[in-house]
């Protein structure tokens, strides 16, 4: 089955700590993973993606690992600040082709988590 | 960058009757559009997928005569929330997919989101 929305959980860190934040996939055909981040009131903001012949990437102090094994995709976030404070969500897809070339099929969110970053 | 427009961001009507939200992409041609809901502190749940000039997609359980998706453009998209009633008050997001303007690139943008208000 797909990934279904539940109820958030939460992490609290302090300013300056690093974060790691989980998401369990559901589907073994996905071959492209994102992670976004939600701030209040407003749409998903892209943070970093990977695709699944990738088991790391880096990005400005994030960091997102993949383990296909576990279906288990993770971002860490180094010297987390303030202002990272949001919901982060990861999201599945896999890419579709069209008559003008590749391009990305429809995405299924995980749950999502709550980052508060404590001054 | 690739833009998605969305608006209005905010709306409150009254139960029974119909509501508009548009979604624009700037810079690039959306060949694809997805529409999406969410509930407060949930996940976004996918609604409907639509191709430029052919009807949406449905996912299971979305009511089509409910929401009514209009793809009739590369830039603009809209959602119908036609007879509204208290339920139907949520957070809509649009995403858009294609290829940018300048670069070809594939891009997947989201919208800032659009919240619902049924009285």
């Known amino acids: 089955g797909e990934s279904v929305g539940l109820h958030l959980p939460t992490l609290s860190v302090q300013e300056g700590d690093n974060s790691i934040i989980n998401c369990a996939y559901s589907?073994?055909?996905?071959?492209?993973f994102i992670w976004y981040k939600q701030e209040s009131g407003k749409g998903p903001q892209f943070i970093i993606d990977?695709?699944?012949?990738?088991d790391k990437r880096q990005g400005q102090r994030v960091t997102v690992l993949l383990n296909k094994t576990v279906k288990h995709l993770s971002l860490q976030i180094a010297a987390t600040q303030p202002g990272d404070s949001a919901v982060y969500f990861c999201?599945?897809?896999?890419?579709?082709?069209?008559?003008?070339?590749?391009?990305?099929?429809?995405?299924?969110f995980g749950q999502g988590t709550i980052l508060t970053v404590h001054p | 960058g690739a833009v998605v427009s969305q608006h209005p961001s905010r709306v409150i009507c009254k139960s029974g009757t119909s509501v508009k939200i548009e979604c624009r992409s700037l810079?690039?041609?959306?060949?694809?559009m997805f529409w999406y809901r969410q509930f407060p502190k949930k996940s976004l749940m996918l609604m409907a997928t639509?191709?430029?000039?052919?009807?949406?997609?449905?996912e299971q359980g979305v009511e089509k005569d409910k929401f009514l998706i209009n793809h009739a453009s590369l830039t603009l998209s809209t959602l119908t929330v036609t007879s509204a009633h208290p339920e139907d008050s949520s957070f809509y997001i649009c995403?858009?997919?294609?290829?940018?303007?300048?670069?070809?690139?594939?891009?997947?943008?989201f919208g800032a989101g659009s919240r619902l208000t049924v009285l």
């Open positions: 995403s858009a997919s294609g290829r940018a303007r300048y670069s070809g690139a594939n891009v997947l943008t």
């Open positions: 589907n073994s055909a996905s071959d492209y």
């Open positions: 990977i695709r699944s012949n990738m």
């Open positions: 999201a599945e897809s896999t890419r579709s082709h069209n008559a003008g070339g590749t391009s990305y099929g429809k995405l299924t």
């Open positions: 810079d690039f041609q959306a060949t694809t």
């Open positions: 639509s191709n430029e000039g052919s009807k949406a997609t449905y």
